[in-house]
């Protein structure tokens, strides 16, 4: 990504927003992925399941010392919001 990027997201896994230095994924980010991934629970489970490791490897690797369960909820205990049964035009 540019410097210029607007998109919320962290520079590095683990860290916190680089836009709004929220805890990331910050609200921001979520509202982005559930556009992004509506009607698509499983691949957005899958995508933040792969910042969600890559953070523990990163503070891991950092030897920062974190909570992992705060980490997965953060991460991923956010999108049940999401699932909604889809029309059944769009099946
Ligand atoms: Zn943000």
Redesign the pocket.
Known sequence: MSATSTV?APDVPGDD?R??A?P?P?F??QLDYVAEFYGRPADLATHLAGWFTATVTELSTRGARFDVDALYRRHLGWIDLTRRPRPSRWR
Do not use: N
Request: glycine share 0%; net charge neutral.
């Open positions: 919320h927003c836009i709004c929220a990331w910050c921001p980010a």
